[in-house]
């Protein structure tokens, strides 16, 4: 059996596409239905190097989803779409005028207490 990648061992494009995707709709043209494939699974084993290392972009790379569509324009036939989860959400929330302060979701503040990190239900009773 192969040793798993490190993170260290994927490009620094790719931890950009995840990062940049975790906020916006990013779509790559791909040629081939094969190419977006295994494009979409060197990002999935990104993403599974990134949990076995706890690495700090992990909430970022954990608010992506990842698929593909076929893409009538050519030259590309394909679309790799990497967007965030929630998208849907996030766009409605624009067009009603309310603004989300990801950051702060994402930064615990301070003074939680370290069991309600590990208790999500438990962090939002609290608030």
Not at 77 to 84: E, N
Not at 97 to 121: C, H, Q, R, V
Request: overall charge negative; aromatic content about 6%; hydrophobic content about 40%.
């Amino acid at each position: 059996m192969s040793t798993p990648k490190a993170v260290a061992n994927y490009g620094l494009e790719l931890l950009d596409i995840l990062r940049k995707a975790s906020r916006n709709e990013v779509r790559l043209p791909v040629t081939t239905e094969d190419k977006a494939i295994n494009m979409r699974q060197q990002l999935y084993s990104l993403r599974a190097a990134m949990r076995r290392e706890n690495h700090y972009m992990l909430p970022a790379a954990e608010q992506v989803k990842i698929t593909i569509e076929e893409n009538p324009v050519p030259p590309a036939g394909w679309w790799l779409v990497i967007s965030p989860v929630g998208g849907d959400f996030a766009e409605a929330m624009r067009s009603a005028g309310i603004e989300s302060d990801i950051e702060s979701i994402l930064d615990p503040p301070e003074d939680l207490e370290e069991e309600a990190l590990t208790d999500p239900m438990k962090a939002f009773m609290e608030d």
